[in-house]
């Protein structure tokens, strides 16, 4: 059974910082790992896909990284908006279904 | 992109009656449908998983009477949560699937259910 974990839980940074969220899986033997967005009160909007194969994928202002060795994956939102304030999420497949992290909450100040 | 669209946005109704919520891929076809339910500040719960055609797979603590889940079409699945009551009101998202584990899930915008 996978147990995913994400740090930090909630982050708050001003307008134009660089921002770094975290993610690590238990077991290594994943098909891919996704990466979503959580705005309150809505559903998940999936970001980005990365499969077993690739190391990183990129869209538009967004890069994550895989390293499936070490069970971690990383995601990069450049030059951030206060439109890219959320809940941020990975998910990694675990036998028929998605186990997810508990997510990191991210603040983008104006 | 792949689209899933779910109605109704938001529900509000009395205590005892059942309530149906849909769940439609729109340019995908959806092989394996998934409905969970998010509690405040918490992270996903699954429900239960189901496949076209065939009977829907709950987890554990899920009551299969209480919601009841059709995926009739590969474009189309239901979850009706029946006689409804106070302890019922939550976030309920569903999500879908095309082919194989390798593919990814796309979900819907979710259902806010409130039972007075």
């Known amino acids: 059974k996978q147990e995913v974990t994400q740090i930090p839980a909630a982050l708050s940074v001003p307008e134009g910082e660089n921002l770094v969220l975290n993610c690590s899986f238990t077991d290594s033997a994943i098909y891919n790992l996704q990466w979503f967005r959580q705005d309150p009160g809505k559903g998940l909007t999936s970001l980005l896909l990365?499969?077993?194969?690739?190391r990183e994928q990129t869209s538009g202002r967004l890069n994550a990284s895989l390293d499936k060795s070490s069970g971690r994956s990383t995601l990069y939102i450049a030059a951030s908006q206060p439109g890219d304030s959320a809940t941020y999420l990975c998910?990694?497949?675990?036998?028929?279904?998605?186990?997810f992290g508990a997510g990191t909450t991210v603040t983008v100040r104006a | 992109g792949a689209v899933v669209s779910q109605h109704p946005s938001r529900v509000i109704c009395k205590s005892g009656t059942s309530v149906k919520i849909e769940c439609r891929s729109l340019d995908f076809q959806a092989t394996t449908m998934f409905w969970y339910r998010q509690f405040p500040k918490q992270s996903l719960m699954l429900m239960a998983t189901s496949n076209e055609g065939s009977k829907a797979t709950y987890e554990q603590g899920v009551e299969k009477d209480k919601f009841l889940i059709n995926h009739a079409s590969l474009t189309l699945s239901t979850l009706t949560v029946t006689s409804a009551h106070p302890e019922d009101s939550s976030f309920y998202i569903c999500?879908?699937?095309?082919?194989?584990?390798?593919?990814?899930?796309?979900f819907g915008d979710g259902t806010r259910l409130s039972i007075l």
């Open positions: 990365i499969q077993s194969s690739q």
């Open positions: 999500s879908a699937r095309e082919g194989s584990l390798d593919q990814p899930q796309h």
């Open positions: 998910a990694v497949p675990d036998d028929y279904k998605l186990s």
